[in-house]
């Protein structure tokens, strides 16, 4: 089983037939970095629970209700008064989405930690979960007592610039992460922002050398490349598709990769150090031929297994 641990929140996407300078009516669409992680891979057919804290409202109940019909494990879920994290999207004529949010008080912040089960073998984290406190704290805390105990650690940080106030402690926080995580998965903007004025493949060969048996960088319809310890890394093209929206293209990323590794029994460092550049091809492109049909859709609506069959 893999944990997923992080938010879950409501985007607010535009119509897309509002007139430019207009403002048109914002649908509800069910998501959140981790959230839409734990939904892909219930989807994919991998044993999946998330490890988070939700409304008792009526978007609370929706997340719910979602990620038991997309086969997620809702054990670990806890609920509680506060309002449902929303964040309001901006669409660009490409799709690409830009995000203002509204994260104070709201129930993703106050998750308490808890015991994984037996059966977890990989905990996923990432995004606004390692963002805001005091909920940060409490992942932070998961990932390096299970990192300890031997679980694998999928790591995306999927960058909110805006809600982080001291980015010089958030780097260095980052940093700190690296030698308990075994797979990293960073954007091409994200890995600027954490690389400053470094150059990003010379970023991710120094983060991968502090930890991690690979990292990943999404290029977004340029593909995908991985970092490893052997060699030159290894790239391949983005999959074609018609782009209603790029809301969680990524995090469909990090899920397909986490299920490749689980369906091809290399869910740990060891296996994926000892993964050669055919396998790392087909992971790779598995991986784009999930997020090209994420992108297809509006808001995160991530594949079925059979729809990548």
Known sequence: MIVIGGEALVDLVPDPSTAD????????????????????????????????????????????????????????????????????????????????????????????????PEQATAVCLGTLGLVLEPGAS?????????????????????????????????????????????LLKVSDDDAEWLAGDQDVLNAARDWQRRGPAAVVLTRGADGLTVVTGDGEPVSVPGVRAQVAD??????????????WLHDNGALSASAIRALDRAQWESALRFAAAAAAVTVSRPGAEPPWANELS
Do not use: C, M
């Open 246 to 259: 790029t809301i969680g293209a990524g995090d469909t990323v990090q899920a397909a990769l986490l299920a």
């Open 138 to 182: 409490v992942y932070e805390k998961v990932l390096f007592r299970e990192a300890e105990q031997g679980r694998f650690i999928a790591l995306d940080p999927n960058i909110r610039a805006d809600l982080i106030t001291d980015p010089v402690a958030y780097r260095a926080r980052f940093a700190s992460w690296l030698p308990s995580v075994g």
């Open 21 to 116: 300078g207009e403002l048109g009516p914002l649908h509800p669409r069910l998501g959140g970095g981790p959230y839409n992680v734990a939904i892909a891979l219930g989807r994919l057919g991998v044993p999946a629970a998330f490890f988070a804290r939700l409304s008792t409202d009526q978007f609370g109940d929706k997340l719910l209700e979602r990620l038991r019909s997309s086969n997620v494990d809702v054990e670990l879920v806890q609920r509680g008064p506060e309002p449902t994290s929303l964040a309001v999207v901006g669409l660009a004529e490409n799709g690409s989405a830009r995000y203002s949010f509204h994260t104070e008080g709201t129930a993703a912040r106050f998750v308490t930690d808890q015991q994984l």
